[in-house]
């Protein structure tokens, strides 16, 4: 089946360095990769996404490559600071007759310290 | 606009009572999704729907778990006789066909 394997945290870092979350999957299929953000005390929001090999998804300074020949997704931004301190999920999903059910990640926790 | 709600945010149950959790999708979204999410992990797909229809229930994880959606908009789902394992976060959201999935706040279910 679909499956998701996310670098496991909690990650910690100071504010205005270098972020790396790695994502790999396992699917049938051609599916959609996705990076989802938690905030604290909020919902699942979608962060990026990517819907066919090579295409890169970016959104508030994130970046995420869909590499087919690694079947990576992992998450960088350059200069992280405080307000990025969230959960992170990687996701994908497969369509199929509509339905766009998406298999998540177990998550990363990301802290930044001023 | 509004966005997904969920209802009750929280709740607290004995173990065997049965309880329903409601889904208020945003206006106009055909697709509706349920997921599971326990402790330190990441949401779990339970059933869809797409209009009222119940098109794929694979992620239910036994029959005292159901789920309707009798109008393709409110979608309410239920959990008969509640044990322990059953506490966890549950999760809804709702998509127009081909765009992002919009997720609600949660509600929080605890059995005892």
């Not at chain 1, 999903?93 to 298999?103: C, D, P, Q, Y």
Request: charged letters at 20%; aromatic letters at 12%; hydrophobic letters at 30%.
């Amino acid at each position: 089946g679909d499956s998701v394997t996310q670098m496991e945290g909690p990650v910690t870092l100071s504010e205005e360095a270098f972020l790396t979350i790695n994502c790999t999957y396992t699917a049938t299929g051609y599916p959609s990769l996705f990076w989802y953000v938690q905030y604290p005390g909020e919902g699942l929001q979608l962060l990026l996404k990517a819907t066919k090999a090579d295409d890169k998804g970016s959104n508030k300074g994130f970046e995420a490559t869909y590499r087919k020949e690694t079947t990576s997704f992992h998450l960088e931004k350059g200069s992280v600071q405080v307000s990025d301190s969230a959960v992170y999920f990687c996701a994908l999903s497969v369509v199929g007759f509509g339905n766009e059910k998406l298999t998540f990640g177990t998550g990363t926790r990301l802290t930044i310290i001023p | 606009g509004a966005g997904v709600s969920q209802s009750p945010r929280y709740k607290v149950t004995k173990r065997g009572q049965d309880v329903a959790l409601r889904c208020d999708p945003i206006s106009g979204h055909v697709s509706l999704y349920w997921y599971r999410q326990a402790l330190g992990q990441g949401p779990e797909f339970l059933t869809y729907f797409n209009y009222e229809a119940q098109q794929d229930k694979s992620g239910l994880p036994n029959d005292r778990f159901s789920a309707e959606r009798p109008e393709g908009s409110i979608s309410t789902l239920t959990i008969q006789r509640t044990e322990q394992r059953d506490s966890a976060m549950y999760r809804c959201a709702s998509s127009s066909q081909g765009t992002e999935q919009y997720f609600g706040p949660g509600t929080r279910l605890t059995v005892t």
